[in-house]
């Protein structure tokens, strides 16, 4: 097929794609040898530095020791060497602004040598300290202006890494931001404090328990990424696409997701071909992607690492989207990350596997197999059941941005109550220990297959439960409620400082209730556990969260149910929550107030993004397309009557109505667009909410109606069915 307007070309463009020509060789360099191979990391320190150097670094790296900054000109010189052997050229701080978006600043290694040569040059000043011109990120009113200066310091607990491209290779160093007063403009510098926060308080929880070897417990993180491939030629032929993320018009195609036929079904050979490539580029990187499959809806796929200390898998997160995105191109494709891309077709979000662990202790939250006796596997469990209960509201908070209003409270996506699941067996032991005391645990039964040759599978006595927004899952919290394209370093932040906060309410209570007497605890911690789920337990839930029924019961208990982004963000100026971080140094009141204010002027500019596309798009696309079915009726109906026919005109006017409808809703919205809501910040961004949106929802209604009677060769838009399932 081939057309006139941009749609029908796209499609004939898309239709005639070939594969890359010739394919990778990928038997060349197996998998196994690639892993890490342009990432500076233990491995290649140890071959290149000095062994006191080395072993310092690796002090502060595995035990948080402080970094020792008189070796940085050792470090600097060895780093350099490696990354000329790779080919590099240049060096960047890579640094993690508020924009939740990943920035970076490159400079030559190459200096004039003062005689018309020049050499390679790479001090420990410039490894340690760089100092990009803050200006142009947000930073909330911490700093005007005309104070622009930013510095980006040396995160050595972040390996450095060679970024690849066709013409040349780049040192890429990954730095925290901060302002010339040492006030955190980033994502990193909150996450590493708030690691240090739970640390500390773990500390003290593993001391109860006679673990004094002080091995650093680090947070641990695993986020799933979800997302969507699109052919290119569809995501260029829809402004609201490549401008917004999202499509702002599209009606819901005749075929849906209701034949559940894609949902782990065979990868379709482009999208594997792409994910195979992007997955060698990650390997690189040393990215530990292990799991990729089709996700529920139609063009939707999902990327799992396998978990890593929270600071460096935030890090490899932004490196896994920025590689989607990039490798999507090479084989045609966009790369769609944002939360709800497709208005009726499941959004997309990053499950944030989350737990705590240290080199001696492992994982903090493996129940093992009989939880009951497992006294400090309870008492870390009982931790962040309180601090969910007690933060839920900052939970929300920290999910909320304009893309995820779409799909939080949706049919398919968690609600925006935050609770529990627990799981059955998890669940009984606490209501045990609220009775009295837990005797028993729930065994884990075998379960049969049916099937004589297949083995018995031993059953999880934990099941497994989709509608929670924060569910146990065997030996680790997931926090579902991410959306897919933010940052996962604000949620870690929250989750690491709320239950920093209740283990070190829980020690407090241990230690007094002890005395130093080890034979004290168990008494102690059953008292503790028993008072901790009578107080907090109501945040335990392990029904279906997207029932109605759950609404009204979450209410009884009290639970707080923030639909949007503008009713979630206020709790960041709460008094609790400035305190929260201020206690153990996460963030200052100003870092916290300046963060509502960035993200809050972040909801606003995103929605006046969309505003103006709708209006732009509805104008110049939709209503052209509209009125040239609407003339062509006409002349038919006129021409008919002419020859003494009567002509039913039900369609003329039913597009006339709608065009009428495209007219006035879309004078509307420019009309609410050009107002302002009021003169706080806050105001603003509720004026956005309740009033643009709405008004945006309206013009679309109209157009999606008129995509449905308006003939197929006008229609400029690429349909949800064209880019869903045309691959
Ligand atoms: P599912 O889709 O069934 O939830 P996946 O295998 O897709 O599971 O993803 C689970 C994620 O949880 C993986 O990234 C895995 O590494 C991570 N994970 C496992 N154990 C931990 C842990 N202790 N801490 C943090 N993340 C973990
Ligand atoms: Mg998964």
């Not at 955190?184 to 929880?205: C, E, F, H, V, W």
């Not at 982004?565 to 709790?571: H, K």
């Not at 996460?586 to 993004?609: A, C, G, H, P, W």
């Amino acid at each position: 097929m081939s057309g006139s307007n941009s749609r029908l070309q796209a499609i004939s463009a898309v239709t005639n794609y070939k594969p890359l020509s010739p394919p990778l060789n990928f038997s060349e360099t197996p998998s196994s040898e690639l892993f890490g191979s342009n990432v500076f990391g233990l491995a290649e320190m140890q071959k290149r530095l000095p062994k006191n150097v080395f072993k310092s670094l690796k002090r502060t790296i595995e035990r948080g020791e402080k970094l020792d900054c008189s070796m940085a000109d050792t470090v600097a010189s060895a780093i350099k060497s490696w990354a000329i052997e790779k080919g590099a050229t240049h060096y960047a701080h890579v640094f993690y602004p508020l924009t939740g978006l990943t920035a970076e600043k490159h400079d030559s290694f190459l200096a004039p040598d003062g005689s018309g040569g020049a050499v390679t040059e790479f001090s420990g000043s410039a490894l340690i300290q760089g100092e990009p011109d803050a200006s142009s990120f947000p930073s909330g009113g911490i700093r005007a202006t005309f104070e622009a200066r930013g510095y980006t310091a040396w995160d050595v607990t972040s390996p450095a890494y060679i970024l690849e491209n066709p013409n040349g290779t780049t040192l890429c160093i990954p730095t925290a931001f901060v302002s010339w007063t040492g006030e955190a403009l980033d994502k990193k510098t909150p996450l590493l404090r708030s690691m240090q926060a739970l640390n500390a308080q773990a500390q003290r929880i593993l001391k109860l328990f006679g673990h004094n070897d002080g091995a650093m417990v680090s947070s641990t993180a695993g986020p799933e990424q979800e997302y969507f491939l699109i052919d290119r030629n569809f995501y260029f032929a829809r402004p609201d696409l490549y401008t917004s993320g999202r499509t702002l018009f599209g009606a819901k195609p005749p075929k849906g997701q209701e034949f559940e036929d894609h949902y782990f079904g065979a990868i379709p050979e482009r999208v594997l071909a792409f994910m195979l490539e992007a997955e060698r580029e990650m390997f690189k990187l040393g990215i530990p992607i292990k799991t990729r499959h089709n996700e529920v809806a139609p063009a939707q796929y999902e990327i799992a690492p396998i978990f890593e200390t929270a600071n460096v898998a935030t890090d490899h997160q932004q490196l896994t989207m920025i590689t989607l995105r990039r490798v999507a191109e090479k084989y045609g494709m966009a790369c769609l990350t944002h939360e709800k891309p497709f208005a009726g077709v499941n959004g997309s979000g990053k499950h944030v596997n989350w737990s705590m662990g240290s080199s001696t202790q492992g994982n903090m939250l493996d129940p093992g197999s009989t939880p009951h006796s497992n006294m400090q596997f309870l008492v870390v469990c009982a931790a962040v059941i309180r601090a969910v209960h007690k933060y839920a509201s900052l939970l929300r908070a920290v999910v909320a941005h304009a893309g995820n209003d779409h799909r939080l409270g949706a049919n398919e996506a968690p609600p925006a109550i935050i609770s529990i699941f627990l799981g059955e067996q998890l669940a009984d032991v606490f209501e045990q220990i609220k009775a009295g005391g837990a005797k028993s645990s729930k065994g884990k039964g075998m379960m049969n297959v049916g099937v004589d040759i297949l083995p018995a599978l031993p059953k999880d006595a934990g099941d497994r439960n989709r509608t929670s927004p924060f569910a146990f899952t065997g030996n680790r919290f997931e926090f579902r409620a991410v959306g897919s394209a933010q940052s996962i370093a604000g949620p870690l932040v929250a989750m690491n400082t709320i239950v920093a906060e209740s283990l070190d309410f829980m020690a407090t209570e241990l230690e007094k209730a002890t005395g130093g007497d080890a034979a004290k605890l168990p008494a102690a911690v059953q008292t503790l556990l028993k008072d901790i789920y009578d107080k907090h337990g109501a945040v335990v839930f392990n029904g279906d969260g997207y029932s109605d029924a759950w609404h009204q019961e979450a209410a009884k208990r009290g639970l707080p149910n923030l639909k949007t982004t503008i009713d979630a963000l206020p709790t960041l100026r709460t008094p609790e929550v400035i305190a929260l971080f201020e206690k153990y140094n996460v963030l200052s009141k100003r870092e916290t107030e300046s963060r509502m204010d960035i993200f809050l002027e972040q909801y606003v500019k995103t929605v006046n993004v969309e505003a103006k596309l709708v209006i732009e798009m509805s104008k110049t696309m939709i209503f052209p397309a509209a009125i040239r079915y609407q003339g062509e009726l006409a002349v038919t109906c006129a021409n008919l009557k002419a020859v003494g026919y009567t002509f039913d005109t039900n369609t003329l006017d039913k597009v006339t109505a709608l065009v009428k409808d495209l007219q006035d809703s879309t004078a509307a919205l420019e009309k609410v667009s050009s107002h302002h809501g009021g003169s706080s910040l806050l105001e603003e961004a509720q004026y956005y909410c309740t009033k643009i949106v709405p008004a945006m929802l309206a013009v679309r209604k109209a157009a999606d109606e008129l995509e449905g009677i308006v003939a197929d060769d006008h229609w400029p838009l690429p349909t949800y069915q064209e880019m869903l399932f045309i691959k």
